[in-house]
């Protein structure tokens, strides 16, 4: 498609659940990000994928979160025994496959608009 | 490390009169530097980039900035708001488009 498109807009968990959000990037984009974004504050990096490989993982929490990129499925970011801290904005980005520097096709993330999850 | 402060969190202007976002940045390195939009309720659209080249880039919208390296700095500005330009903006910087660092955002409030 020509839009990131995540799924669900909004999921609600009671703490200690399980949450999944999904991501499909655009077509033909081989990077992915996720990003999580608290009280309207600042986007904190996550992970990001080139095609089904992680590319870097520094910003995931070590426990509880985990991403996945498989072929021909949607990207997955998964929390589990949710606590009341993730409740936040998931943003999910993609962009086209480049080298580590700007070229004539270099472009930046497009973004989907979001999964907001809530803890109760 | 990359850094990105935007020291003003609430910007408040008339319709029709100018504004400038602030966007500072701190890199031991080189880096690229954007400014994203975001509508309520929506994800994050790119206004405009800084990649190499003319310091002062223009963007959707009628929004420009100038990257000033000695300063370190990225401000965005428009010479006449809109109502429709309320929205939050955020700036970003990335090294090597893997990750990308985002300030804390400005709300645009844009009064009639």
């Known amino acids: 498609g020509e839009e990131v498109a995540q799924t669900p807009k909004h999921l609600v968990r009671g703490e200690g659940q399980k949450a999944k959000l999904y991501c499909a990037p655009i077509?033909?984009?081989?990077?992915v990000f996720w990003y999580q974004q608290v009280l309207k504050n600042e986007f904190k990096f996550l992970i990001s994928?080139?095609?089904?490989?992680?590319?870097?993982e520094t910003g995931m929490p070590k426990e509880r979160f985990s991403a996945k990129c498989l072929p021909n499925s949607p990207c997955s970011l998964e929390i589990q025994a949710t606590k009341l801290e993730d409740s936040a904005v998931y943003f999910c980005?993609?962009?086209?496959?480049?080298?580590?520097?700007?070229?004539?096709?270099?472009?930046?993330?497009?973004f989907g608009d979001g999964t907001r999850l809530s803890i109760l | 490390a990359q850094s990105v402060t935007q020291l003003d969190s609430q910007v408040p202007v008339f319709e029709e009169a100018p504004v400038e976002l602030r966007c500072n940045y701190s890199?031991?390195?080189?880096?690229?530097l954007f400014w994203y939009v975001q509508y309520p309720n929506q994800g994050l659209q790119l206004l405009l980039k800084?990649?190499?080249?003319?310091?002062l880039v223009k963007g959707i919208n009628g929004f420009e900035a100038e990257f000033n390296k000695s300063q370190t700095s990225f401000h965005l500005r428009k010479p006449s708001v809109h109502i429709s330009d309320t929205a939050e903006y955020f700036c970003?910087?990335?090294?090597?488009?893997?990750?990308?660092?985002f300030g804390s955002g400005t709300k645009l409030n844009v009064k009639p």
């Open positions: 980005a993609s962009s086209q496959s480049y080298g580590r520097g700007p070229s004539p096709t270099s472009q930046p993330q497009h």
């Open positions: 077509k033909g984009h081989s990077y």
């Open positions: 994928f080139q095609n089904e490989n992680v590319f870097d």
């Open positions: 890199s031991s390195v080189s880096v690229y």
């Open positions: 800084y990649l190499s080249g003319s310091t």
């Open positions: 970003a910087v990335t090294y090597n488009f893997n990750k990308f660092y």
